[in-house]
């Protein structure tokens, strides 16, 4: 158990609805981190938090957003779904944003978009 | 573009036999390195990492990692495979160009071991 704790661990929505993914960070840890899993794009880094405020963004679609929130949890906002956006999604923490910081990872939201 | 590049996208090895998964990057300095392990359904898991110093990384699980610069190499290693290390598993580098401290990954290389 890496003590970060994402939820739901399954979602199957429909086309052109909205979700919320949430994650709970590892206490103490005020760095936060979005990753989409799938089978033909791989892991791929969404955004990144650090303690409320934006640190960093990679392949995030317009559709999708998150924030990080006062008690450090953070939310993953995806809009508008695609069927080409089911994929795992990935919630991840470390303690700050130094490089040689572990970044722990959640299990998982297994999103799917029928 | 900065990458991580995992060859091998399926592996086999016996269980007892040696085991080497090839991770390759291109970054022009040197990077922060990893190597994650993901059982299925689960996260994942990280095993060793390298930032600087001796370039034979001891990690969890009886892990090792080599840094080659030369060969802007990073292969995983274990001496000994045992049937509880079938898993994917992910090299990644930090991305220097992200002002924070996301990683980027490989693509995995999935591991079966035969008995």
């Known amino acids: 158990d890496s003590g970060v704790t994402q939820t739901p661990k399954h979602l199957i929505t429909a086309t052109g609805q909205r979700v919320t993914l949430r994650c709970s960070p590892r206490?103490?840890?005020?760095?936060v981190y979005w990753y989409q899993q799938s089978l033909d794009q791989g892991l791929q880094f969404l955004i990144q938090?650090?303690?409320?405020?934006?640190?960093a963004k990679g392949n995030i679609l317009e559709r999708f957003s998150a924030q990080q929130f006062p008690d450090l949890h953070s939310e993953l906002n995806l809009s508008s779904l695609e069927l080409g956006d089911s994929a795992l999604y990935f919630c991840?923490?470390?303690?700050?944003?130094?490089?040689?910081?572990?970044?722990?990872f959640g299990e998982g939201s297994w999103l799917t978009v029928v | 573009a900065q990458s991580v590049t995992q060859p091998d996208i399926h592996i086999t090895v016996s269980e007892g036999a040696s085991l080497e998964l090839r991770c390759n990057y291109s970054?022009?300095?040197?990077?922060?390195l990893f190597w994650y392990v993901q059982s299925p359904g689960q996260g994942l898991q990280l095993l060793l990492k390298?930032?600087?110093?001796?370039?034979l990384v001891q990690g969890i699980k009886g892990f090792e990692a080599e840094f080659k610069r030369s060969q802007s190499s990073f292969n995983l290693r274990k001496p000994s495979v045992h049937w509880s290390d079938a898993a994917e598993y992910f090299c990644?580098?930090?991305?220097?160009?992200?002002?924070?401290?996301?990683?980027?990954f490989g693509k995995g290389t999935t591991l079966s071991v035969s008995s």
């Open positions: 991840a923490s470390s303690v700050s944003g130094v490089p040689g910081n572990t970044i722990y």
């Open positions: 206490s103490g840890d005020l760095s």
């Open positions: 938090y650090y303690n409320g405020e934006e640190r």
């Open positions: 970054y022009g300095a040197t990077p922060y």
């Open positions: 390298y930032f600087s110093g001796d370039t």
């Open positions: 990644a580098a930090k991305d220097l160009n992200q002002a924070g401290t996301a990683l980027i």
